[in-house]
């Protein structure tokens, strides 16, 4: 998969924000791209609860777009995280 090859490499800052303070991963949750929100979780930077400039954390997005499968990911994230 090219995300994998992507986001694999050493030099990609997968976590970075842009001008809205959205990051990679709150995007593919928000699109319902399951396979890149395990590929990005599966980053050590990668933070699951980054908010962005509105406050909307990556789990937030998924759950008004009914993304069942982005949404039990971030899910699981945070019930290790608290753990």
């Known amino acids: 998969m090219v995300m994998e090859m992507l986001f694999g490499r050493e030099e990609v800052t997968p976590?970075?924000?842009?001008?809205?303070?959205?990051?990679?991963?709150?995007?593919?949750?928000?699109?319902g791209f399951e396979g890149a929100v395990?590929?990005?979780l599966g980053r050590e930077e990668v933070n699951y609860d980054t908010p962005d400039n509105l406050g909307r954390t990556p789990l937030m997005l998924p759950s008004s777009?009914?993304?069942e499968?982005?949404?039990?990911?971030l899910q699981s994230c945070k019930t290790v995280a608290l753990g």
């Open 38 to 40: 395990g590929v990005l």
């Open 15 to 31: 976590d970075k924000p842009d001008n809205d303070g959205r990051t990679p991963l709150s995007y593919a949750a928000e699109l």
């Open 65 to 67: 777009g009914a993304h």
């Open 69 to 73: 499968a982005e949404v039990t990911l």
